[in-house]
């Protein structure tokens, strides 16, 4: 009877080697760092829109500001009013594009699946301060649109 048959093996005949425990676990690290590294990008490419969406020159300018929202977007604002689309757009563009820019501090986000991230952090804006919370979506490759945000006042 071989060795392997009888369990005495000392790994010459086992279909399963040493070696092959460790291809797999290295095969493992490799996907799991691809997806942290895809993850990363993702999450980068939300924070470049957010931080452009809260731009003085994109908020005054609609169509740039609308290229951003998605269709479906909805916001429930600082004040307490709910905002779609629409009155988003028209809110923002409102904004004079040489006045007072929103200070954001503490960005951080979250890849909560493919092609979604979730951002959090604290905006200045005409001494009020707010912690926000932002939904981004991707629509193409590098081009993403906020589909909800919220602002709540932060504690002084």
């Known amino acids: 009877m071989s060795p392997s048959v009888r369990g005495g093996s000392r790994g010459k005949e086992r279909k399963n080697g040493p070696c092959v425990g460790r291809s ?29 969406s809260l731009s003085s020159e994109c ?8 290229r951003l929202l998605a ?7 600082t004040s307490g009013s709910e905002f779609g689309y629409e009155a988003a757009v028209r809110v923002a563009s409102a904004t004079d ?39 981004w979506r991707r629509v193409a490759s590098r081009q993403w649109q906020i589909f909800h945000h919220q602002g709540t006042l932060a504690a002084a």
């Open 59 to 66: 908020r005054a300018d609609a169509s740039r500001i609308g």
């Open 97 to 135: 594009p040489e006045g007072e820019p929103i200070k954001m501090e503490n960005l951080r986000g979250w890849l909560i699946a493919d092609g979604i991230v979730m951002l959090k952090y604290t905006s200045e804006f005409a001494g009020r301060r707010s912690n926000r919370t932002s939904l």
């Open 71 to 77: 269709p479906d977007f909805h916001e429930f604002g």
């Open 24 to 52: 797999n676990a290295i095969v493992l690290l490799v996907i799991e760092t691809q997806m942290h590294l895809e993850a990363e990008e993702q999450i980068a490419e939300a924070m470049a829109a957010e931080q452009e």
